[in-house]
Nanobody, 126 residues
Framework: QVQLVESGGGLVQPGGSLRLSCQISGRTFTSGGMGWFRQAPGKDREFVAAIKWNGGATYYGDFVKGRFIISRDRPKTTLYLQMNNLNAEDTAVYYC???????????????????WGQGTQVTVSS
């Protein structure tokens, strides 16, 4: 049974940074990809970033604008999201997702991911 467990969320001031982590257990990903999605109160869940497990190619939502960096540590089977220059609009629950069979063109589609974490809250406020 694959489990994804996020951590690293919390309260941060505008302009600050946070690093989210997603620990994978239950299987070793050798292909496919992983992603971060977020859901703000009253809004639909949206794509944040994704990475191909092999090769490490990365993809980002339009709103990221160079502020976030997605990465993975393959030996540690951990996914990261470094978030910089945060603002109030980044307040949301952040979810990691993974699928060993997902193709590149589907990395931004939440309906194409089989495995999901429980989410971690990020609040940006002064």
């Amino acid at each position: 049974q694959v489990q994804l467990v996020e951590s690293g969320g919390g309260l941060v001031q505008p302009g600050g940074s946070l690093r989210l982590s997603c620990q994978i257990s239950g299987r070793t990903f050798t292909s496919g990809g992983m992603g971060w999605f977020r859901q703000a109160p009253g809004k639909d869940r949206e794509f944040v970033a994704a990475i191909k497990w092999n090769g490490g190619a990365t993809y980002y939502g339009d709103f990221v604008k160079g502020r976030f960096i997605i990465s993975r540590d393959r030996p540690k089977t951990t996914l990261y999201l470094q978030m910089n220059n945060l603002n109030a609009e980044d307040t949301a629950v952040y979810y990691c997702a993974g699928d060993p069979n997902i193709i590149t063109s589907s990395l931004g589609r939440q309906d194409m991911y089989r495995y999901w974490g429980q989410g971690t809250q990020v609040t940006v406020s002064s």
